[in-house]
């Protein structure tokens, strides 16, 4: 049997796969993109309608509902950098959602704040993973990861 036409077979294969596992995963995106989940909790729509009304804004309630998760707080200055925001445009997400109940701010000395996300947002959060879950898992994209894994590894015999 030719070595050069199995490791192009498989080379085919990999990337049949990989346009498979990409077109799923495209789906998923469009999926959240859309935001097609449906909430009947009001406060819990409100935030994800929030979340999903700029990239600043998920950004800013990721890196709170990540702080929670680590049971930290974030500096303000430092939000500022993670997302690459001005400070005012800071200033109004803090606003918006400690006014809202979405984020915990600790003031500390000399007006420096400490910020993270409420235990609504980090439930809110919780419940979108378990969807998202649902989704990934019906698309049966871990065995496309395990087949396209498997072909790899039978490249690096065939080298």
Same mark, same amino acid.
């Given at each position: 049997?030719?070595?050069?036409?199995?490791?192009?077979?498989?080379?085919?294969?990999?990337?049949? +796969?990989?346009?498979?596992?990409?077109?799923?995963? &495209?789906?998923?995106?469009?999926?959240?993109?859309?935001?097609?989940?449906?909430?009947?909790?009001?406060?819990?729509?409100? !935030?994800?309608? @929030?979340? #999903?009304?700029?990239?600043?804004?998920?950004?800013? #309630?990721? @890196?709170?509902?990540?702080?929670? #998760?680590?049971?930290?707080? +974030? &500096?303000?200055?430092? +939000?500022?950098?993670? !997302? =690459?925001?001005?400070?005012?445009?800071?200033?109004?997400?803090?606003?918006?959602?400690?006014?809202? =109940?979405? !984020?915990?701010?600790?003031?500390?000395?000399?007006?420096?704040?400490?910020?993270?996300?409420?235990?609504?947002?980090?439930?809110?959060?919780?419940? @979108?993973?378990?969807? &998202?879950?649902?989704?990934?898992?019906?698309?049966?994209?871990?065995? #496309?990861?395990?087949?396209?894994?498997? !072909?790899?590894? &039978?490249?690096?015999?065939?080298?």
């Amino acid at each position: 049997m030719n070595r050069n036409v199995n490791r192009k077979e498989l080379v085919n294969t990999k990337n049949a +796969l990989k346009k498979e596992w990409m077109q799923k995963q &495209l789906n998923i995106e469009i999926t959240t993109a859309e935001g097609s989940r449906y909430i009947d909790d009001v406060t819990k729509r409100k !935030i994800k309608e @929030y979340s #999903l009304s700029s990239q600043n804004r998920r950004k800013f #309630l990721m @890196y709170c509902i990540r702080a929670h #998760l680590e049971s930290d707080y +974030l &500096l303000v200055a430092n +939000l500022i950098k993670l !997302i =690459g925001i001005s400070r005012a445009g800071a200033e109004t997400m803090i606003k918006e959602c400690e006014t809202a =109940g979405w !984020i915990v701010v600790k003031r500390g000395n000399k007006n420096e704040r400490n910020i993270q996300a409420s235990d609504v947002t980090v439930e809110t959060y919780k419940e @979108y993973c378990d969807w &998202l879950w649902v989704i990934i898992n019906k698309s049966e994209m871990r065995s #496309l990861s395990a087949s396209i894994n498997e !072909i790899e590894k &039978l490249e690096q015999t065939m080298l």
